[in-house]
């Protein structure tokens, strides 16, 4: 089955640049979206369509998708963004959905 | 504003059953696909399955084909996922979530705690 490859973890000093990747074969047909999930709470979108930002996302969360790769990218993250961020996208069909393992995001 | 509300969860032996649902409000239910995610204690997330606006499509994840059925009462604004022959694994809060024609999962319930054990 489909599958979508992120790594476990990125850590980040406050104030720095955090990059997420997700990687997957379908990629490059199909669109990707990010979404930030807080301990024992339901995730939240904060990109979708590749690089598009949800209304009340802040400007530092961006998006981007090359080839098979897509990318989170948090400029100047802030402590309140330790998360864990899931990217979500569908298979070739585009009828069954996929998420990848989640990248636990790390800002000390 | 767009509530979804997931309900019916609980403890439940290995090959039994149970449904879930989910109400939805502050939005026209039947104009948005509707998911099932769901998400195993300390694990990622898990997609489980989606149907059409309509109820005339759906697509599940291979782990569940065959178990669980999802569907969706557009009348009285709810979703369900029918679970049958439950196994461990699927131990997992279960969360509804409504998606864009476009495809993307735009908003999400609180999740309901199902848990498969003898």
């Known amino acids: 089955s489909y599958e979508l490859t992120q790594p476990p973890s990125v850590s980040v000093s406050p104030g720095q640049t955090a990059r997420i990747t997700c990687s997957g074969d379908?990629?490059?047909?199909?669109?990707s979206y990010w979404y930030q999930q807080k301990s024992g709470q339901a995730p939240v979108l904060v990109i979708y369509?590749?690089?598009k930002r949800p209304s009340g996302i802040p400007e530092r969360f961006s998006g981007s998708s090359s080839g098979a790769m897509a990318t989170l990218t948090i400029s100047g993250a802030q402590v309140e963004d330790e998360a864990d961020y899931y990217c979500?996208?569908?298979?070739?069909?585009?009828?069954?959905?996929?998420f990848g393992g989640g990248t636990k995001l790390t800002v000390l | 504003q767009v509530q979804l509300v997931e309900s019916g969860g609980g403890v439940v032996q290995p090959g039994r059953s149970l449904r879930l649902s989910c109400a939805a409000s502050?939005?026209?239910?039947?104009?948005?696909?509707m998911h099932w995610v769901r998400q195993a204690p300390g694990k990622g997330l898990e997609w489980v399955a989606v149907?059409?606006?309509?109820?005339?499509?759906?697509y599940y994840a291979d782990s569940v084909k065959g178990r669980f059925t999802i569907s969706r009462d557009n009348s009285r604004n709810t979703l369900y996922l029918q679970m049958n022959s439950l196994r461990a694994e699927d131990t997992a809060v279960y969360y509804c979530?409504?998606?864009?024609?476009?495809?993307?999962?735009?908003?999400w319930g609180q999740g309901t705690l199902v848990s498969v054990s003898s």
């Open positions: 979530a409504r998606a864009m024609y476009t495809g993307t999962i735009d908003y």
């Open positions: 502050g939005f026209t239910f039947s104009s948005y696909a």
């Open positions: 149907i059409w606006y309509d109820g005339t499509d759906k």
């Open positions: 379908a990629l490059p047909k199909r669109y």
């Open positions: 369509e590749d690089s």
């Open positions: 979500y996208s569908t298979d070739s069909s585009g009828n069954h959905g996929v």
